[in-house]
């Protein structure tokens, strides 16, 4: 079983849609949690950061955390087609160490 | 502020040979992880350098192994190369344990 899954996809939206992208973990031990974007031929860049359950709000995205369900996720609001990347979810558990799901590829579409 | 940068941007090597990758953490951090994604996945965890000393290690043969310098900066270096270490090798600090920021990563392929 992988530690942090990530439905492949492609998620295919429309612009102006609510973007919703999922991802379960298997380390109760996990206490922080990481959506990272990358575009194609890049470098993961860091888009949210969430560490208690509840909801994190930045400009169009929400991440949300739920430990007992071991559930995260990304929400787009108004999605762009700039928004069009892999979105990679991770977890980190006391050493720092980030263990990465396999991505979901985002596609918005005109 | 000055962020993460690696060098070299690609490189190409063959079976057997030795390979070093280098990076310079962000102004202000002290830790430096290093991880390989192959085409497809998600990066992979190898090491991690905090204040010059190894601070963790992921599941990678002792033919991975690396430095961490007094300024920072780190070196990752392989051995043995083999096709399968063909990847993009990313290099990203943080400041203890706060969120990693990645470098634009070294892509090496092995022929």
């Known amino acids: 079983q992988k530690e942090v899954e990530q439905n492949s996809g492609p998620l295919s939206v429309p612009e102006g849609a609510i973007a919703s992208l999922n991802c379960t973990y298997s380390?109760?031990?996990?206490?922080?949690f990481f959506w990272y974007r990358q575009y194609s031929g890049k470098s993961p860049e860091l888009i949210m950061s969430?560490?208690?359950?509840g909801d994190k709000e930045d400009g169009r995205f929400t991440a949300q955390l739920n430990k007992a369900s071991q559930y995260v996720s990304l929400l787009i609001r108004d999605s762009q087609p700039s928004d069009s990347a892999t979105y990679l979810c991770?977890?980190?558990?006391?050493?720092?160490?980030?263990?990465f799901g396999t991505g979901t590829r985002l596609q918005v579409t005109l | 502020e000055t962020g993460v940068t690696q060098s070299p941007t690609h490189l190409i090597k063959t079976r057997g040979q030795q390979v070093t990758l280098r990076c310079s953490s962000q102004s202000g951090h002290n830790t430096v992880s290093w991880y390989q994604q192959a085409l497809g996945q998600g990066p992979q965890f190898i090491f991690q350098?905090?204040?010059?000393?190894?601070?963790g290690r992921g599941n990678f043969p002792p033919r991975f192994s690396g430095l961490q310098f007094p300024n920072y900066s780190s070196e990752l270096n392989v051995n043995a190369l083999e096709l399968d270490d063909s990847a993009l090798y990313l290099c990203?600090?943080?400041?203890?344990?706060?969120?990693?920021?990645f470098g634009d990563g070294t892509r090496l392929s092995i022929l």
């Open positions: 969430i560490y208690s359950n």
């Open positions: 990203a600090s943080s400041f203890e344990a706060q969120p990693q920021h």
């Open positions: 350098y905090y204040r010059e000393e190894e601070n």
């Open positions: 991770a977890g980190t558990g006391t050493a720092s160490k980030l263990t």
């Open positions: 380390d109760r031990g996990s206490q922080s």
